[in-house]
């Protein structure tokens, strides 16, 4: 698994994550994160299409048609778990009730645009609830390779993609993690950064 | 107390006339009428609609059937790429495509039935979304003016109603369909069962009667 550039962003990005949050997750490398919690982890999963408190997927006798996740896939639900329609869920978005959202991007610029919905060329038809969960989730977690398949980086000083948002996002967990050193992160993005005084500097 | 005629799918689909708006739920095909688009599909005549749903189906499901029909000239939906022959369809010219936030989606069908002019949302400020809107920065941030839809007919899908056209949806197949029962001028419903009045529970109703002309039961 750790050979899994998209296993250890989720892993790292689990361990953002804290008891009693609600906690929206994307399509791709968020929905990875489940599997690192613990059964006791008090978080509350969020899907925009009406449930707070999804379960796991279900075995093949649990499978129910009514039951989807945001990218459509079967799910259960969790005790305690609660129903509603899209207007209230995204209600519960926009108002500031869902802790954090945690998605992919295509770029993200470094005063925290973000841009994962549109490519310059391509069609433009599918924006999906991604606007709305980065600009009300309190916190915006963004989880991607920090490179694109062509080794474009994706941590950028100005976001070319269409905008999703402006100045949204709060974190981004990347695959340069434990041993990675800042001639490493510099050599994948051309966004200005500064170093946190609390990561540890090996020479 | 008048209890809603329980009619046929083809009987109901009838209200629907060439140029309307019609506002179908579902997220993909979950929670779907998917009754009511089949004799859409194949008892109408019906073209030129305004489609206003999540989605527009997949490649031969649900709506996706309509579309394969050239009956669509307009498509309001937050999610088109769900069904890339809507997309095919769309980069062609034949369909017209409003594409929504889907929170702004959601809300603007919501205003709709409940008698609200508009209202201004931070959602997709700054954005393509935003072209052509009206922007107000209120309290800070800008926010974006959308409008309210509305929709000739809404076709929706309960896993229950009652004979008055109560209705109760279940799980995740909820999503858009009590919020479209409110904004049309005729609502019809499907539904998996029909119950006596009093069956259903006064407080878990979702959508009281008073939403609902049409009552099918699913076949």
């Not at chain 1, 459509?72 to 329609?85: C, H, N, S, V, W």
């Not at chain 1, 989880?143 to 948002?165: H, N, Q, W, Y």
């Not at chain 2, 017209?96 to 409940?114: D, K, M, N, S, V």
């Not at chain 2, 995740?172 to 069956?199: C, I, Q, S, Y």
Request: aromatic share 4%; proline share 5%.
């Amino acid at each position: 698994m750790r050979d899994d550039p998209r296993l250890r962003i989720a892993a790292r990005a689990a361990r953002e994550l804290h008891p009693g949050e609600v906690v929206n997750l994307g399509i791709g490398i968020p929905n990875l994160i489940p599997r690192f919690l613990e059964d006791d982890s008090g978080i509350f999963v969020h899907t925009e299409n009406g449930l707070l408190g999804v379960g796991p997927p279900p075995d093949g006798d649990e499978l129910d048609e009514d039951l989807i996740d945001a990218a459509k896939r079967p799910i259960t639900a969790l005790p305690g778990a609660a129903y509603f329609d899209s207007a209230q869920s995204f209600a519960m978005i926009r108002g500031g009730h869902v802790d954090t959202a945690v998605l992919g991007a295509l770029q993200v610029g470094e005063r925290g645009d973000i841009a994962n919905w549109a490519v310059p060329g391509k069609d433009v038809l599918g924006v999906g609830g991604a606007m709305d969960l980065v600009v009300g989730a309190r916190r915006v977690i963004v989880t991607m390779t920090a490179t694109s398949s062509s080794g474009e980086p994706k941590i950028v000083d100005r976001c070319s993609f269409p905008l999703t948002a402006a100045a949204a996002v709060d974190t981004v967990v990347t695959e340069l993690l434990d041993g990675a050193t800042v001639d490493d992160v510099a050599a994948v993005t051309t966004a200005r950064f500064a170093v946190d005084d609390a990561v540890t500097l090996r020479a | 107390m008048t209890a809603l005629a329980l009619t046929t799918a083809e009987e109901a689909v009838a209200h629907v006339t060439s140029g309307d708006t019609v506002m179908v739920g579902g997220f993909g095909l979950v929670g779907a009428p998917l009754a009511l688009i089949d004799a859409l599909v194949e008892h109408s005549d019906a073209t030129d609609l305004t489609i206003v749903s999540n989605n527009i189906g997949e490649p031969g499901r649900g709506l996706g059937k309509l579309l394969r029909q050239g009956r669509i000239r307009r498509g309001i939906s937050s999610y088109f790429t769900s069904n890339p022959e809507a997309v095919d369809a769309v980069n062609a010219g034949e369909m017209e495509a409003t594409l929504l936030p889907q929170g702004t989606f959601a809300e603007a069908i919501r205003a709709g039935g409940a008698g609200v002019g508009g209202f201004f949302t931070p959602v997709g400020a700054g954005t393509l979304l935003a072209e052509g809107k009206e922007e107000r920065v209120l309290e800070g941030v800008t926010h974006v003016l959308e409008m309210p839809l509305h929709a000739d007919v809404a076709l929706v899908y309960a896993a229950r109603a009652d004979r008055l056209g109560n209705l109760w949806y279940r799980h995740t197949a909820r999503n858009f369909n009590p919020l479209m029962a409110t904004a049309a001028r005729v609502t019809v419903a499907e539904a998996g069962e029909v119950l006596e009045v009093g069956e259903l529970e006064p407080e878990a109703i979702h959508t009281p009667h008073l939403y609902v002309d049409v009552l099918v039961e699913r076949p």
